[in-house]
């Protein structure tokens, strides 16, 4: 059984601040995604991985593929940036999802 | 910019009713998902439907369940008999590829069950 473990599990940064989630998984994936989940509880996808790295606005996404393990860093983080970011693996034709990572950015 | 669309917003109902879910997904995507989420809790995958079949299910996805692609626009989840423990966001999705297509999220059906 897939195990997708996040961390931490809730962050409070002040604005500005440069951020990092991590996500670890247990068995081999064919591809992982970054979710940010806002507070009314829609989902928006913000990377798809299979290898390397994907940069987008102040979001940069990396993933391992021998250790199993990706992070989400968010560059001179901003209020609008708080929401829960989850990490879902595609292993065996479904998606398991981490538990997510509460962001709070204070002004 | 397309988006999956999905209703209710919201539903209320009784123990033991049946339950219909509907979502619209992109019109030139090719696969679809129902996922679920109990309240503070990890969404899970439910299903996934691919020409016009079941592809992949989860332990979750009892017969109680039930999935369909009526037309060439929805998508719906109906749940027979609904269990107080049915309780949750209930989210579609679809992309245009599977694994690595990126994945577009409904904004979810939240059903209550009394």
């Known amino acids: 059984k897939n195990e997708v473990e996040q961390s931490p599990q809730n962050l409070t940064a002040q604005e500005g601040e440069f951020i990092t989630i991590n996500c670890s998984y247990s068995v081999g994936i064919s591809a992982l995604h970054w979710l940010q989940q806002h507070p009314g509880g829609g989902i928006v996808s913000l990377f798809m991985l299979s290898s390397g790295k994907k940069k987008h606005g102040r979001l940069i996404a990396t993933i391992n593929i021998q250790e199993k393990h990706s992070s989400l860093h968010i560059t001179a983080s901003h209020p609008r940036d708080s929401a829960v970011y989850i990490c879902?693996?595609?292993?065996?034709?479904?998606?398991?999802f981490g538990g997510g990572t509460r962001l709070m950015v204070k002004p | 910019e397309p988006e999956v669309t999905q209703t209710p917003s919201h539903q209320v109902t009784q123990m033991g009713q049946e339950v219909i879910l509907r979502c619209v997904p992109i019109s030139n995507h090719l696969y679809f998902y129902w996922y679920r989420q109990i309240l503070g809790q990890k969404v899970e995958f439910l299903v996934s439907f691919y020409n016009n079949e079941i592809s992949e299910k989860s332990e979750i996805f009892d017969d109680q369940f039930s999935v369909e692609r009526p037309d060439g626009s929805n998508f719906t989840l109906k749940i027979r008999s609904t269990k107080l423990e049915d309780s949750a966001m209930y989210f579609c999705a679809s992309s245009r590829q599977a694994p690595s297509g990126e994945l577009f999220f409904g904004e979810g059906s939240r059903l209550t069950v009394l």
């Open positions: 879902a693996v595609y292993a065996g034709n479904m998606l398991t």
